[in-house]
């Protein structure tokens, strides 16, 4: 079985200041983590995804994700906000059982105030 | 390079009325997956499909179905609508069978199902 909590539904910030979005994961098997990205109207935008080759992942638009397996979380951060970061950000998981579904959190919404 | 593309973009229907959504994936990709996003939650898994074959569903009725073609486009239905089958439905492909760090899944933009 497999599971993510994103520990907050909104996460408001100023422009210019750091981004922390956390994620909590459970998984019975060693799991494919991601962060995904939707703007308003849109699909779904990879933006980063864990290797085991390091614990610390670069993504796109300056956005990184350090995997601690101990806390077995996966918290999202970016050192500078921009306003065009302000979209829904979704955990998800996949530990690859027999379905290949991938497990979503429920999304952290990022207002970013000017 | 053409992302995944999925028709129509938006679609009104009545209950009990039938549907059918399309996606096309990357071209070289042969999985293609269906997820269901209602307004406000993330986005639940419905369907995979590989090679044509069914891999994988996820705790849908049966109303719902899905079917891959050679070229590995796809097709969603869903059969007898209910008002609660309002949602963004999103089609995913990616290169191999299992989803993972080296073969992610890559979005389309989804269909806006509206059942009145």
């Known amino acids: 079985a497999q599971s993510v909590t994103q520990l907050d539904s909104h996460v408001s910030v100023s422009e210019g200041t750091p981004v922390l979005l956390r994620c909590n994961y459970s998984?019975?098997?060693?799991?494919?983590l991601f962060w995904y990205v939707q703007h308003p109207n849109k699909g779904l935008q990879l933006l980063l995804k864990?290797?085991?080759?390091?614990?610390l992942v670069k993504g796109i638009n300056g956005f990184e994700a350090e995997f601690k397996k101990s806390e077995t979380s996966f918290h999202l951060t970016k050192p500078s906000a921009h306003m065009s970061d302000a979209a829904e950000y979704f955990c998800?998981?996949?530990?690859?059982?027999?379905?290949?579904?991938?497990?979503f959190g429920k999304g952290t919404h990022l207002i970013i105030q000017p | 390079d053409a992302g995944v593309t999925q028709s129509p973009t938006h679609l009104i229907k009545t209950r009990g009325q039938h549907v059918t959504l399309r996606c096309s994936p990357i071209s070289g990709h042969k999985s293609v997956s269906w997820y269901q996003q209602v307004l406000g939650q993330g986005p639940q898994f419905i369907f995979q499909?590989?090679?044509?074959?069914?891999?994988g569903r996820g705790n849908f009725p049966d109303r719902f179905s899905a079917r891959q073609f050679p070229n590995y486009s796809s097709e969603l239905n869903v059969n007898a609508l209910l008002l609660g089958d309002s949602a963004l439905y999103l089609c995913?492909?990616?290169?191999?069978?299992?989803?993972?760090?080296?073969?992610?899944?890559?979005f389309g933009n989804g269909t806006r199902l509206t059942v009145t």
């Open positions: 998984s019975s098997y060693s799991p494919s």
């Open positions: 499909y590989y090679e044509k074959e069914e891999r």
């Open positions: 864990y290797t085991s080759a390091a614990t």
């Open positions: 995913a492909s990616s290169l191999r069978a299992r989803s993972s760090y080296n073969s992610p899944l890559h």
């Open positions: 998800v998981v996949n530990s690859g059982g027999g379905a290949d579904g991938l497990t």
